[in-house]
């Protein structure tokens, strides 16, 4: 990923220390996480409207209804993953691709997937301005992305009804699937490891608010 192209002040590089303490200060302790966060410039990722906002610990839209989620989530999930280098990555939920940046950073190889056309289209020229290795796919991600299964990580950035199936059956022996699942209000962040032997085991950690998984195995 280079950033040649897109201005990254020192003012921005400043605003991004103070939100790396802030993440710290909330429990956030995986350094190389934290240094991912300091090093993606979530302004790039941002409307104009809201450069401002960039580096406050706050979700923004992004159009079509859609959200950038607030960073602390972010850095949650992402440590939650325990990305290791070459990871490969499936995120559901490419949104602004500021999720997916935040993975390659650590060194995983992300594939990621948008159900909103417009979205997916505009992610995908971003992307490629910014020389990201990240692959963008559009469709119903609850379905997964089986032509790349399987996966040693999924992360879904939607709230879901359930656990898809069809994630849990793309998730490699060893692997770690974090989605945030309940109702339309609130959601607990599950994380569910695959056995070796194919179990499925699940943790529960705090509440969040996503908007919608939708699709066939979403709402
Ligand atoms: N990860 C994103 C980022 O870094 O900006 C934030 C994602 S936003 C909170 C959730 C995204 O999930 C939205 O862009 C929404 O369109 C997408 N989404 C919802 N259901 C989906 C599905 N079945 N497949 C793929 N994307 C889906």
């Not at 960073?71 to 280098?85: D, G, N, R």
């Not at 997937?113 to 971003?126: A, D, G, M, S, V």
């Not at 089986?146 to 069809?166: H, L």
Request: aromatic content about 8%.
């Amino acid at each position: 990923m280079q950033f040649t192209d897109f201005q990254d002040s020192f003012r921005h590089k400043g605003l991004r220390k103070k939100l790396v303490d802030f993440l710290r200060s909330k429990g956030i302790h995986d350094e190389a996480v934290l240094e991912a966060i300091n090093q993606v410039p979530r302004h790039v990722f941002l409307d104009n409207a809201f450069l401002e906002l960039a580096y406050e610990d706050r979700a923004m839209p992004i159009g079509e209804g859609q959200t950038i989620s607030q960073p602390y989530t972010v850095a949650f999930q992402s440590q939650l993953l325990e990305i290791k280098k070459r990871d490969k990555v499936l995120e559901i939920g490419t949104g602004s691709g500021y999720q997916a940046c935040v993975l390659e950073k650590l060194g995983a190889k992300v594939h990621s997937i948008e159900r909103q056309r417009k979205l997916y289209e505009k992610t995908q020229k971003l992307l490629q301005a910014m020389k990201s290795k990240v692959a963008t796919y559009y469709g119903d991600g609850t379905l997964g992305l089986p032509a790349f299964a399987p996966f040693d990580k999924i992360i879904v950035t939607a709230g879901a009804p359930v656990v898809p199936q069809s994630l849990c059956e793309q998730l490699k022996p060893g692997g770690i699937l974090v989605i945030p699942v309940g109702d339309e209000q609130n959601q607990r962040m599950l994380r569910i490891t695959k056995q070796a032997d194919g179990e499925l085991v699940t943790e529960s950690f705090d509440n969040f608010k996503f908007v919608p998984l939708l699709g066939k195995e979403g709402w």
